[in-house]
């Protein structure tokens, strides 16, 4: 991961995809969102979403995961280059989630990340605060989730 200093706004980073299959739709919404236009592809198509439907938690968190494994996979290419590896902070939150269409059996989302703002931290010296769109978009073109986020990351320390 890159250091606060390194990072400009308008930065873009595409961190992948998932595809969201009917049994991976219905398995988490069976542990974690348990309505019925989730769990049956009937249901689904008779409802508003007029088929099996992720759960916009589900779509959040295939984001989130692609998120990490994408952050890891940079921070082990810098590390096999000798570079220092910045460890970001927690997320001090996030706003405007938006599930804009809904994600339906057998979609593939596409998500990429761009820094929209940065600022030097007021109360925690040493660290910036990065804030980044995440949009996640289907294979037709059709931008289907966003949110806006924020964490803390460390600044490169100054020679003494």
């Known amino acids: 991961m890159r250091f606060f200093d390194d990072i400009e706004i308008g930065q873009r980073r595409e961190i992948g995809s ?4 009917a049994e991976a739709i219905k398995t988490f919404a069976a ?3 348990p309505q019925r236009f989730h769990l049956d592809e009937e249901e689904g198509k008779n409802s508003l979403f007029g088929g099996l439907a992720a759960s ?9 995961s ?13 590390a096999s280059r000798g570079e220092e590896v910045a460890v970001w902070g927690p997320s001090p939150g996030f706003r405007d989630l938006r599930w804009i269409r809904p994600v339906l059996a057998g979609d593939t989302v ?3 990340n761009v820094v929209i703002d940065k600022r030097v931290s007021a109360s925690r010296p040493g660290w910036g605060i990065l804030t980044a769109r995440t ?8 931008e289907v989730y966003s949110i806006t986020a924020s964490a803390f990351v460390p600044m490169r320390a100054k020679p003494s």
């Open 31 to 33: 542990k974690f969102d």
């Open 135 to 142: 949009t996640g978009t289907n294979q037709r073109g059709e």
């Open 18 to 21: 998932y595809n969201f299959t």
């Open 56 to 64: 916009g938690w589900h779509v959040g968190s295939a984001c989130m």
């Open 66 to 78: 692609l998120l990490v494994a994408d952050g890891q996979r940079l921070a082990r290419e810098a």
């Open 110 to 112: 596409a998500y990429v």
